[in-house]
């Protein structure tokens, strides 16, 4: 689909005039705050196009599925970003593969999400992942009744969403946590991620949000792409998260984050030396990744995720 077709079929089913579209896209975000009628026209006649992240933007003024037309559309992408991406991505694969293929031999590795419909409620499963938190943080024993009803009911009002791979004997190899969160819980986050663990989570969350993901469980780089695709996933469906937040545990996944526009916001400080480097905490606004280019080509190469909506 082309972006000329676009325009014209969200003007058509808004009912506006170039004029009244330039105008309306001016008022609806800050990008657009110097568009003008020729550059628009330009744009509809296909003559040039704009960035991915005023198309990313537009899809969000027609209140389009944006994954779905990020994959009909075709976009002038830049070959280098790609490139620089898909290096990064290669490089680190391969270094994960041979690090971790001791550890996890598992043939057929099967990711499942859990979501409001269909949460994950096996207490052992839960025990298994609140554990595996509590000894990256060094965090005290805790309710764990408590802890694990709350997080049912987290996943339930969709707070909350768990991710899992397992061996074809159901076993849990990884796991990663993705946590919808008030705004205003981001300064204790970066102040104090301890803290921001043992402070008990409200089920209500206001209009202003951030995703945290937390993927404490390595397993493979395919593993965490798939994670990009949940997180992708859960932030077109909930239009008012406006940042995510990823804790990153190494110095390759953090160039890999910076490659797709990440910004370090704190260094978590730990007792032990890593050789792998510091895990970070790092954050980036929700359009610019979604207008990621190296995103947007590992999604057009990988339909079948958008198109099965596994769970």
């Known amino acids: 689909m082309e972006l000329s077709t676009l325009l014209q079929q969200i003007r058509t089913e808004l009912s506006l005039t170039q004029a009244d579209m330039v105008e309306q896209l001016s008022l609806f975000d800050v990008n657009f705050e110097h568009l003008d009628l020729i550059t628009y026209s330009r744009?509809?006649?296909?003559?040039?196009?704009?960035?991915?992240?005023?198309?990313?933007?537009?899809?969000?003024?027609?209140?389009?599925?944006?994954?779905?037309?990020?994959?009909?559309?075709?976009?002038?992408?830049?070959?280098?970003?790609?490139?620089n991406?898909?290096?990064l991505a290669d490089a680190h694969s391969q270094e994960e593969e041979v690090l971790l293929r001791s550890f996890y031999p598992v043939?057929?590795?099967?990711?499942?999400?859990?979501?409001?419909?269909?949460?994950?409620e096996d207490v052992k499963q839960l025990k298994k992942i609140n554990a595996a938190t509590a000894r990256i943080f060094d965090?005290?024993?805790?309710n764990?009744?408590?802890r694990i009803a709350a997080a049912i009911a987290l996943q339930k009002s969709n707070n909350l969403f768990v991710v899992t791979c397992e061996d074809e004997d159901q076993r849990l190899?990884?796991?990663s946590l993705h946590s919808?969160?008030?705004?205003?819980?981001?300064?204790?986050l970066v102040s104090d991620i301890k803290g921001f663990y043992k402070v008990p989570r409200s089920q209500s969350v206001s209009k202003d949000k951030f995703l945290f993901a937390h993927t404490f469980s390595r397993f493979n780089f395919d593993w965490w792409l798939y994670n990009c695709y949940c997180m992708l996933d859960i932030i077109c469906n909930d239009m008012d998260i406006k940042e995510i937040i990823s804790i990153v545990l190494n110095k390759h996944m953090a160039k890999i984050h910076k490659n797709i526009g990440f910004k370090l916001i704190k260094k978590i400080p730990t007792e032990k030396e890593h050789i792998n480097g510091q895990p970070k905490i790092m954050s980036?606004?929700?359009?610019?990744?979604?207008s990621n280019h190296g995103v947007i080509s590992w999604l057009k190469k990988h339909p079948e995720l958008v198109n099965s909506k596994k769970n």
């Not at 559309?73 to 490139?83: G, M, Y």
Request: with cysteine; charged share 25%.
């Open 43 to 83: 744009w509809e006649r296909g003559v040039s196009m704009p960035s991915t992240l005023r198309i990313v933007h537009l899809l969000g003024f027609a209140h389009y599925d944006k994954i779905s037309y990020l994959l009909k559309l075709n976009l002038k992408l830049s070959e280098t970003k790609i490139n």
């Open 85 to 87: 991406f898909q290096k």
């Open 107 to 120: 043939d057929n590795p099967v990711y499942i999400r859990y979501n409001a419909e269909n949460p994950l």
């Open 139 to 142: 965090l005290p024993e805790v």
């Open 144 to 146: 764990l009744t408590d």
């Open 173 to 175: 190899c990884a796991h």
């Open 180 to 188: 919808v969160h008030d705004s205003n819980d981001k300064a204790l």
């Open 284 to 290: 980036i606004q929700r359009e610019e990744f979604l």
